[in-house]
């Protein structure tokens, strides 16, 4: 007997009901990055489940009460409704009806594939034309990945800054074993987000990492410096990006380069990225992705400062790139980040629509990383060459081992895309990634809402507090380590490393022992005598849990606001833990710090302050 639904499709006059192909692949690689998140593909499990290549394979990897939910109702929007075809003479065919184009496709229609038959699959088509794809033998520059502090600061740099796009992030998929091989770094953990420009198909991709932290740059790091160093932005609006800029404190390294319409400028962003800003575009206006037309910025070169220009050119010759005939920059630009006058050797070459530029520095001579550097590191992780298909992919992972590079692991493959870590023969890592692409708007490569996409710290709380005393007064008691216990009411404080420009400042680290566990705190910011951030890098009951104290001059008076933000470890318990933070913060301040900076003040400036005086300033 038909069941209810053959009747109903029956009765419309609709012979066959078929998944559409890229409906398939997009129900899949949700179950797959869902899969993630099981004990499936994390903590080393392993199981029938799960293949070779470390990736699990089920139909529904989450609850069984979701499942139900997802299959109570048919949506024909994901498939192919087929009209019956009529006896000849009966008249016309039924036309499938104009039903509800919303829902998602429902997995028990799906066709009887493994994860690992379509990834073969979709490896062996794409949508774009053959003209147009990047191919092993013309690799495609798409993607910079940056070590980040604070990912949403970084991002709203480059958002509110340059005018770049979010594009979503990911933390599921940025984490465990897998995670763990591609990257060569030990039990990784970290949250990221992407962002996309006018470029044709590249990302920024911006990794948070709560495992292993990220190691902060060097103060006094230059562009010569060994290492990716910089990388170049053409904007629309050369004078308001850099009033943008300047919103954000973000303020040119020296004067702008250059007579009008070709300047060029040079500031660093967040982390400490040297980012020149151009007026002229060095590839002439690349016509860029259609859908990102009204973009106004598109990123146009990366930099590679090296110790030996000839073996890196050998390589990046080895993977198919072209020499570029553009001129990227004149001498003169390197007066832009504190080089005038440097004398280098260089190779710039053709990738996609953005230029790689790897530059050798004769005088001055860069210094070489640190032996114990890892990708990890806050600045520049890596870059990627992208390919569309597996097939390019394997060539180009091929070419580039025939070049020296070394793999931290065998290339891993998901529905629709893969992804291998490589180190070339100075240790520079390379990512070589392929995309379907269909699968560009699940991996970043397409503009998304920014509420779409995880939060490296989900949970937030400010407390404000006026002080009867001036700015400097303020900042000498809160960013002196040695005496925080005197009003921040806990059983004691040190300093255990000094910061790299002073004491206290930034790189210098703080134990703090708290009730119950002991702390150890990290100036990661210190602008004084306005503003010093601080992340727990140890001993926190949080997850990404940083702190940044503010302090605005009201006459002689101090506003202070503090803002603590994190992530709970254990699901369900922000709210509660952010209600006992913020009552806990608010008495800290009102109740110890802003009598203890009052009274000292008075002390200090001969006029003692009496009991009977009452206080000197409301508090809020």
């Known amino acids: 007997m038909p069941s209810r639904f053959e009747r109903r499709i029956s009765s419309r006059g609709i012979a066959s009901v078929e998944v559409r192909a890229d409906e398939q692949l997009a129900y899949t690689q949700r179950c797959t990055v869902q899969a993630m998140r099981t004990v499936w593909s994390t903590r080393g499990c392993t199981s029938r489940r799960q293949g070779a290549d470390g990736v699990a394979s089920t139909d529904w990897p989450t609850a069984a009460l979701a499942y139900r939910r997802a299959i109570r109702r048919f949506d024909p929007e994901p ?56 191919t092993s033998e013309h690799p495609s520059l798409c993607q910079v990945a940056f070590s980040v502090i604070d990912v949403a600061r970084t991002e709203r740099w480059f958002r509110e800054g340059l005018g770049f796009w979010p594009a979503g992030g990911a933390r599921a998929a940025m984490r465990g074993p897998l995670a763990s091989a591609v990257q060569g770094l030990p039990r990784v953990a970290s949250t990221c987000w992407w962002m996309v420009g006018r470029n044709e198909w590249f990302q920024l991709e911006m990794f948070q990492f709560e495992r292993p932290l990220a190691r902060l740059m060097p103060p006094d790091r230059t562009p010569n410096d060994i290492g990716y160093s910089r990388i170049g932005v053409w904007v629309a609006d050369f004078d308001e990006t850099l009033i943008r800029l300047a919103r954000l404190a973000s303020l040119p390294l020296t004067a702008p380069v250059g007579p009008p319409g070709a300047r060029r400028a040079c500031v660093r962003n967040p982390d400490g990225v040297f980012v020149e800003i151009m007026e002229d575009d060095p590839l002439g206006g690349a016509a860029g992705s259609a859908d990102r037309a009204t973009c ?57 629509d953005v230029l790689v530029e790897v530059v050798q520095y004769l005088d001055p001579v860069g210094r ?11 600045g520049i992780l ?86 009867a005393a001036p700015v400097q007064a303020t900042w000498d008691v809160i960013t002196d380590h040695d005496n925080m216990a005197s009003w921040l009411g806990i059983g004691s404080a040190r300093r255990v490393v000094d910061g790299t420009l002073g004491r206290n400042g930034r790189g210098s680290q703080r134990l703090l022992k708290l009730p119950g566990t002991t702390a150890t705190e990290q100036v990661v910011t210190f602008e004084a005598p306005t503003t010093y951030r601080y992340r727990v890098i140890n001993g926190s009951p949080f997850v990404c849990h940083q702190g940044e104290i503010s ?47 009052e009274i000292g003040h008075a002390t200090h400036a001969g006029h003692p302050t009496s009991p009977e005086a009452g206080p000197s300033a409301p508090t809020r």
């Open 296 to 352: 106004s910025v598109a990123l146009r070169s990366v930099t590679l400062s090296v110790p030996d220009l000839a073996r890196s050119a050998a390589f990046f010759d080895g993977l198919g790139l072209a020499r570029s005939a553009a001129a990227l920059r004149a001498p003169e630009h390197e007066s832009l980040w504190g080089l005038p006058g440097a004398q280098t050797r260089s190779a710039v070459y053709l990738a996609g």
């Open 382 to 467: 890596n870059i990627a060459f992208g390919a569309r298909s597996r097939r390019d992919h394997n060539d180009l992972y091929q070419r580039a081992r025939r070049a020296g590079a070394v793999p931290n692991s065998k290339p891993r493959h998901l529905p629709g895309a893969g992804v291998v870590y490589v180190n070339d023969p100075q240790q520079f890592s390379v990512e070589l990634l392929w995309m379907s692409a269909k699968s560009d708007k699940y991996w970043g490569f397409t503009a998304k809402r920014a509420d779409r996409r995880p939060k490296a710290d989900t949970h937030a709380i400010e407390q404000t507090v006026r002080i």
């Open 551 to 597: 302090l605005r001059a009201d006459g002689d008076e101090t506003e202070l606001t503090w803002t603590i933000r994190f992530r709970p470890k254990v699901v369900g318990s922000g709210r509660l833990l952010r209600i006992g933070l913020s009552v806990a913060l608010g008495r800290v301040l009102r109740s110890s710090l802003k009598p203890h900076v």
């Open 79 to 134: 498939y192919e409704l087929r009209a019956a075809v009529p006896a000849a003479g009966v008249g016309p065919a039924s036309r499938p009806p104009a039903g509800a184009t919303h829902a998602v496709s429902t997995p028990t229609s799906q066709p009887r594939y493994t994860l690992r038959d379509l990834s073969r699959e979709s490896s062996m088509s794409t949508t774009l034309p053959t003209s147009d794809r990047p």
């Open 368 to 378: 070489d990383r640190p032996a114990d550097h890892r990708i990890s590191d806050q």
